[in-house]
């Protein structure tokens, strides 16, 4: 179990590295994030939370929220229902590739790049009266923090520049892979991206990755093979183009976000999360890997 000097550690060993990456701009709301926020916070499987840095202090999740529509996904449907329409293989392009989609004839690589993850948005919109509702409870429910909320300015303003996320999930309509109304869908999938975690309420969030599936407060989410299911598709995609240079470096399944999250898991072990919000060439947060880096060293701990 780590202590806190460890993740105090983690957190002033990157500190030089802040300016080498560049905050995501394309969301305009976002670009306005400081960029010289550092924080870690994590859950040990016996329930206890430590941190480092200010991990205290909300952020914008980003594409660490298409770990829980998954996960709603995985609570709705069949399983086959989910895979005809999205892949479990690695995408080898950016995160928000349209290129893919059209070569593929619309089934996504993975359920993490934005296809993917629009793909299960439109299917939690088919299922669910209130999606946005029902996730943000969801969310609140797992994380054992009701107070967590959208941010309607960040998710206003990517629905103002959603020119590609558009065009990715009109295209993938045109293989008849949406089934909703586009703009739904996508205010839907916005709202999810921009809700405002710390680094703790994120850990503890993903504490059932950890744990076999169940969630701090004892509910069995997801079971234990879909658990392992889904940390294998974190190791293979969570990190789009970097996964590979993530195992190599961290050794553990991940999900990063544009706002310079990244969770982390050591199955049966540890939930993690790190926020910096510069990013590398791949959208993934550049001193977030290397404090999990850092972690994964000190304690000797990788799954491989
Ligand atoms: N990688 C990300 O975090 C991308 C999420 C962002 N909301 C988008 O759709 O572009």
């Known amino acids: 179990m780590p202590e806190i000097a460890l993740l105090q ?7 030089p590295l802040l300016g080498q990456g560049k905050v995501a701009n394309y969301i305009p709301a976002l670009a306005e994030v400081n960029p010289n926020k550092l ?5 040990s499987i016996d329930g206890t939370t430590i941190g480092a840095g200010d991990y205290l202090e909300p952020f914008s999740i980003q594409s660490i929220s298409k770990v829980f529509s998954l996960t709603m996904a995985l609570n709705l449907y069949q399983e086959d229902e989910i895979w005809s329409r999205v892949g479990k293989e690695p995408s080898g392009h950016s995160f928000n590739s349209l290129v893919q989609v059209e070569l593929e004839r619309g089934k996504p690589r993975n359920p993490f790049i934005n296809a993917g993850a629009l793909v299960i948005a439109d299917l939690l919109q088919a299922r669910l009266s209130a999606p946005k509702h029902r996730m943000l409870d969801k969310v609140r429910e797992i994380s054992g923090n009701s107070s967590l909320c959208y941010d309607k300015v960040v998710a206003h303003s990517e629905y103002q520049a959603s020119a590609r996320n558009a065009a990715i999930a009109y295209l993938m309509k045109s293989f008849g892979n949406f089934n909703g109304d586009v703009n739904t869908v ?8 921009s809700m405002r975690m710390n680094c703790a309420d994120l850990s503890r969030s993903m504490f059932y990755l950890a744990n076999r599936g169940k969630t701090l407060a004892g509910k069995q989410l997801i079971t234990p093979v879909q658990t392992r299911q889904l940390n294998a598709l974190l190791a293979t995609s969570g990190l789009y183009d970097g996964a590979g240079e993530f195992a190599y470096r961290v050794g553990m399944p991940g999900k990063s976000g544009v706002g310079g999250g990244i969770i982390a898991v050591i ?14 060439n791949n959208g993934n947060s550049l001193a977030g890997t290397a404090m999990l880096e850092h972690v994964c060293q000190q304690l000797g701990r990788s799954i491989f």
Do not use: N, Q
Not at 267 to 280: N, R, T
């Open 186 to 193: 996508l205010k839907s999938y916005f709202h999810y991206c």
């Open 39 to 43: 924080a870690i916070a994590v859950t």
């Open 9 to 15: 550690d983690a957190v002033d060993i990157v500190r």
């Open 267 to 280: 199955p049966g072990d540890m939930s993690i999360c790190v926020w910096s919000p510069e990013l590398d």
